[in-house]
């Protein structure tokens, strides 16, 4: 018995030795490594026959169709319908981090991918308001909501690190590039990633995203109804941009009702053309790298130093090029942006729970610096939203200079001021500086961020914040219990962000209540306090580790 089993053992022995050094092996890519690859659907020349196939309306015998009241969760449920655990993330498959087993705890990667993270839902806890959730207080009702939103999960943009990541192993290939271990995928690995359109799990965020509205937000319908009209939502000409609108819509008012049930807006997204939803365009400096892209050289100077364990054990499975931090960045975005396509991808297995924690803080200093308090741009490419929802609260077509479209805005058919529910889809960037114009300094508590190592002593996290599908919502609520009664409140991917410390003379409320006028006159105020015109033109110098509450420095009074 003892025999059998020494020879049990020695056997067993072999095979792992022998897998051991199969997995040593290095293995010559393919010619076609590193290429990149598309399917086309649908077929050229296909169409959908309607003669043969007539649609519900020609075929008849609909059933029984009577409808039922609208939902109105948002005070009426008795807990709120949170967007947490893998449900936020489904039909995703994110692994485990490299050298994390399967039986430690639980460590989810997607919550470290900065702005290519899922959204899901926060804690008002985190800012400060422990009790507080975004079901109405008691006795309150909301009568109006206004939501400015971001796309769902994307490809890459044109050119960006993905695709030149790609370019790099499809050039090693022709010098004859082997891996081996970890990397043996990218032997045969190829591109097959798109470029900035919605992906399927993007559109299924978006279509969530309308759900939930129309759960919570149903009754709000009503005063349509009274009024004999439609609401009109708003959305940017990129493609991504209005798949996100109808799809939004179609979770919203249904499949095709939403065809009929809402006019969806496209303002043109172009250089020099006037758009809140693309403040960019009109904004010189924000295209200026010492003043819109602090961030940009922060993050990538903080890369430079701490992937350096991981990036010596890819660079000791792989022969014929050597990867750089940039290219570890690369890597982790294919990790996202493979996941977020095609709902798996072998590079996040590349990576430590460290690496992944040190990936997130790259992109809270990119945003933090680039659209956050720390640039001096931020505030007034977000000006143009904030006149938006002022003049939304108001019933007063805005006025001023900035990136708003006047054109539309002061027209009652686009730009219309009594609508019980707005939605404007748009891009990471503006909601975050839509954020700083509204001036929610709860979101961004404690010092600058440290540009080398991340101190945690600020709440700003940017998969937090601008993750795909965040939005940003203000609530309009009457309260009998409160004096005024007509209140607001602001809510971020579902955590209520408390006003007190921003906003002079609003009291500390558990629920993030102020009174309505005074929150529009504090708004009113910070509209006359950024200057679009200095901030955006101006001639001045701005570095990292500087709080500039979004604003450009002072001009000088010589």
């Not at 053992?9 to 890519?29: P, Y």
């Not at 020349?45 to 196939?53: C, E, I, Q």
């Not at 910070?526 to 001009?555: L, M, Q, S, V």
Request: aromatic share 12%.
């Amino acid at each position: 018995m003892q025999l059998v089993t020494s020879v049990a053992l020695l056997s067993a022995l072999l095979v792992h030795t022998r897998a051991a050094a199969e997995d040593t092996a290095f293995v010559t890519a393919a010619p076609n490594a590193g290429s990149a690859t598309s399917d086309a659907y649908p077929p050229d020349g296909t169409t959908v026959d309607s003669a043969l196939f007539p649609p519900e309306a020609e075929v008849g015998f609909p059933g029984p169709t009577p409808t039922g009241v609208q939902p109105a969760a948002i005070q009426t449920a008795a807990s709120y319908p949170y967007n947490r655990g893998p449900t936020n993330q489904f039909p995703l498959v994110a692994p485990q981090p490299h050298g994390k087993a399967e039986t430690e705890e639980k460590f989810d990667i997607t919550k470290y991918w900065g702005n290519l993270s899922p959204w899901y839902s926060l804690s008002s806890a985190d800012y400060g308001l422990p009790d507080a959730n975004p079901l109405a207080p008691q006795g309150c009702s909301v009568t109006q909501v206004h939501l400015l939103y971001r796309h769902g999960a994307r490809y890459p943009t044109s050119g960006a690190a993905p695709a030149q990541f790609a370019d790099k192993i499809a050039n090693a290939t022709k010098d004859g590039l082997q891996v081996s271990g970890d990397l043996a995928f990218l032997a045969d690995w190829t591109y097959k990633l798109g470029a900035e359109l919605l992906t399927p799990f993007g559109r299924s965020q978006e279509f969530m995203l309308g759900i939930q509205h129309r759960q919570l937000y149903g009754h709000l319908l009503n005063n349509f109804t009274e009024a004999g009209t439609i609401p009109v939502f708003r959305t940017e000409s990129q493609d991504r941009m209005v798949k996100t609108t109808e799809n939004f819509a179609a979770g919203f008012f249904g499949v095709p009702e939403y065809l009929d049930e809402v006019n969806i807006e496209i303002l043109v997204e172009a250089p020099g053309v006037n758009n809140s939803g693309a403040p960019y365009y009109v904004c010189s400096n924000a295209d200026v790298e010492s003043l819109g892209y602090i961030g940009d050289t922060v993050a990538s100077s903080f890369a430079n130093d701490v992937f350096n364990v991981t990036l010596e054990r890819l660079n000791s499975q792989v022969s014929g090029l050597t990867f750089t931090p940039a290219d570890a960045i690369a890597m982790l975005q294919l990790c996202s942006y493979e996941t977020n396509a095609l709902g798996y991808s072998a590079f996040c297995g590349l990576f430590s729970e460290e690496d992944f924690i040190n990936y997130e803080y790259y992109f809270d200093l990119s945003f933090y610096y680039n659209n956050g308090p720390g640039s001096p741009v931020s505030a007034a490419q977000g000006k143009a939203y904030l006149q938006e929802f002022v003049a939304r609260f108001t019933g007063e077509y805005p006025e001023g200079w900035s990136a708003m479209n006047l054109t539309y805005d002061n027209s009652s058919t686009y730009f219309p001021l009594n609508q019980s529910i707005y939605a404007d889809a748009t891009h990471e960037v503006v909601v975050l500086d839509t954020l700083m114009a509204f001036n929610l300094t709860a979101l961004f508590k404690g010092p600058p961020l440290d540009a080398t190592k991340n101190q945690h002593e600020n709440s700003f996290v940017a998969s937090k914040i601008v993750p795909f599908a965040t939005h940003f919502t203000a609530q309009v609520l009457e309260c009998p219990a409160y004096q005024p009664t007509k209140q607001i409140r602001f809510l971020v991917n579902d955590a209520v962000v408390p006003v007190a410390d921003s906003y002079a003379g609003c009291p500390t409320d558990e629920h993030g209540l102020c009174a309505f006028d005074h929150v529009v006159s504090v708004l009113q105020d910070r509209i006359d306090e950024i200057d679009f015109d200095w901030d955006c033109f101006g001639n001045y110098t701005a570095e990292a580790g500087i709080d500039y509450n979004g604003r450009a420095p002072p001009r000088s009074s010589s």
